[in-house]
């Protein structure tokens, strides 16, 4: 069975081959794409059949795809109003591919959503389903990295900034989520299935920042914005104005609780209790 995982220079591609791996899957049977292949050429090295995939370059696709029997579609990392027509190119080359399952990450309570995020995972999720394509989606919440991340600037700053008020986040690591993908790449069962996929313990933005501070051993504050103001510090501090609006619009979401899950999907898909807020902190560099 082979089996493709898009977007695999980046992050959670990355963390996913290295699951299959771990999940015995042949090195051979794994075929890990991206634009810029020179950064998976070690993966090349061990055996994992890299080609180059360009969600805007359709041609590419459908080379990349040939013979594969599954395939892991990783939203893609540009501009939210491109995002759809990338995923559509995936879908329809999958398609001509004939791959049987096609995995996809999309988020949390993605049919109810009311953020820009959430909207072009609805509408990828809707051309799965227009297309007839057998597929399972994750519906991946937030990444614990996107604040331990940010943990240097929190600590310089003594403060948590956010938009998400009282909002509950049920935020898991990267690596748990890469699990998960592995699992239903590799299992039978699994088809038409649509995972809530988060971390056992939510929080709010206050209780990060408390965490933090228990970590760190210094006093850490959450400081809560109107969304149009944490705009604009996200801007501030380099973030370009068009992401800084969508993380911004997150954070509403947040607050009316689209990140919150306590589906418990995560943990039973990958066997185990996912990583913890208190753990990411204790591994994280400060």
Do not use: C
Request: proline residues 3%; aromatic residues 4%.
């Amino acid at each position: 069975m082979s089996i493709v995982v898009t977007g695999a220079t980046g992050q959670l591609g990355r963390l996913t081959v290295e699951a299959l791996l771990r999940r015995e899957v042949p090195a051979a049977d794994i075929i890990a794409t991206g634009r810029d292949i020179a950064r998976i050429k070690d993966l090349s090295d061990r055996g994992v059949t890299v080609r180059r995939a360009d969600f805007a370059d359709a041609d590419s696709l459908s080379e990349a795809f040939a013979g594969a029997d599954r395939l892991l579609l990783i939203s893609a990392s540009v501009p939210v109003g491109e995002r759809v027509a990338h995923h559509r190119r995936v879908m329809d080359a999958a398609l001509a591919a004939g791959v049987a399952l096609v995995a996809y990450t999309s988020t949390t309570h993605a049919d109810t959503a009311t953020t820009v995020i959430g909207a072009t995972h609805r509408e990828t999720e809707q051309s799965l389903r227009d297309r007839g394509i057998p597929s399972v989606l994750l519906r991946n919440g937030w990444y614990l990295e996107n604040y331990t991340g940010q943990l240097p600037r929190i600590l310089r700053n003594n403060a948590v900034v956010g938009a998400a008020g009282s909002g509950r986040i049920s935020a898991a690591s990267r690596a748990d989520y890469a699990e998960a993908a592995a699992v239903v790449l590799t299992a039978e069962g699994h088809t038409g299935a649509v995972y809530e996929l988060g971390g056992d313990a939510s929080f709010t933005l206050t209780e990060l920042a408390a965490a933090i501070s228990a970590a760190a051993g210094k006093q850490v504050a959450y400081a809560d914005l109107p969304v149009a103001e944490f705009a604009r510090v996200l801007a501030g501090a380099g973030v370009p104005a068009e992401l800084a609006e969508v993380l911004a619009d997150a954070d509403l979401g947040m607050s009316r609780g689209e990140m919150y899950t306590d589906s418990g999907d995560l943990r039973r898909l990958i066997g185990r209790p996912p990583m913890t807020l208190a753990e990411a902190l204790a591994v994280a560099p400060h």
